[in-house]
Every structure is written in structure tokens, then in C-alpha cells.
């Protein structure tokens, strides 16, 4: 475990920096919104605190919920489950 290094997660470059991505929730449309990081690291907002950032609805304008997604590791094909089916014995 010595050499797991810790990331900073405190700002918006430091999502975007680590390949985390933040999403956010409005409660009064049940809109949900991916944010485009670089764009708002464009608009000045890139050293912007993450517990201060207040995103708020491009429809309705109701402050909305922030949900952080970690980064998309994998880029190889899905995974696929397969699950055997045993017949049932009628003398069991």
C-alpha cells in the first residue's frame, strides 16, 4: 500500500486534470447534465472550489446537484455474464 500516491480533488482542473467527470442533478425537472470541464476551465473557472461551485439548470435556473464520476479506466469491450441453467430433476 506504500505506493498509492493521493489526488487532489478540490477543484474543477483537478477533475479534469485526474479524468473525473461531474455531472449534476435538478431536482425540479429530473434533468440530468454532464458539464463540459475544459469549457468552464475556459470561462475562468478552473481553480473554482468544487464545494463552491453552485451549478445551477439551463432550463428552469434551480441550483443544482453535484454528483462526481470517476474516470472511464477501462476501453476494451464490455464484460459479458453468462449463467448456466440446470433443469430441474423430478426425482429430487
Known sequence: MDNINPIRL????????HG???????????????LDLPQLSGQGLAERLLAE??????TCGTPGEKQLRPPKRWQGPR???TFAHYAARADA
Open 79 to 81: 464484460a459479458r455474464a
Open 10 to 17: 478540490a477543484t474543477l482542473s483537478d477533475l479534469s486534470r
Open 20 to 34: 473525473y467527470q461531474l455531472a449534476c442533478y435538478c431536482p425540479r425537472c429530473r434533468r440530468w447534465a454532464e
Open 53 to 58: 461551485f453552485r451549478p445551477r439548470c439551463k
